[in-house]
């Protein structure tokens, strides 16, 4: 089983910047695509971002594109999102999320989330 922890999450003004961290346990995450999620009161859990096994590969959600950078960090067991000019829009709980097969798959296992919210 792999365990993973989001931190990082807060209030923060628009405009603003914040980075989530996902920390894993139980698993090697060098062998997992990554993903990171949200999801907002009322709304489904939407994709955010997605890093490829060894990072070759990145891809986002076109909301997101431009101001969140997903990277990771294989020696620390780490995956990280970099979120800036955030908005009201983008408050909601976050979730990182590991996939065996590719970051457009099935994701194997998730962490609890941690909580954004951008005040305008």
């Known amino acids: 089983q792999m365990r993973l922890v989001e931190s990082g999450g807060g209030l923060v003004l628009a405009g603003g910047s914040l980075r989530l961290s996902c920390a894993a346990s139980?698993?090697?995450?060098?062998?997992?695509?990554m993903g990171w999620f949200r999801q907002a009161p009322g709304k489904e859990r939407e994709f955010v971002a997605g890093?490829?096994?060894?990072?070759?590969?990145?891809d986002y959600a076109d909301s997101v594109k431009g101001r969140f950078t997903i990277s990771r960090d294989d020696a620390k067991n780490t995956v990280y999102l970099e979120m800036n000019s955030l908005k009201p829009e983008d408050t909601a709980i976050y979730y990182c999320?590991?996939?065996?097969?590719?970051?457009?798959?099935?994701?194997?296992?998730w962490g609890q989330g941690t909580q954004v919210t951008v005040s305008s």
């Open positions: 999320a590991a996939s065996l097969a590719g970051t457009k798959s099935e994701y194997d296992y």
């Open positions: 139980g698993r090697n995450l060098r062998n997992y695509a």
């Open positions: 890093i490829s096994v060894n990072g070759g590969n990145t």
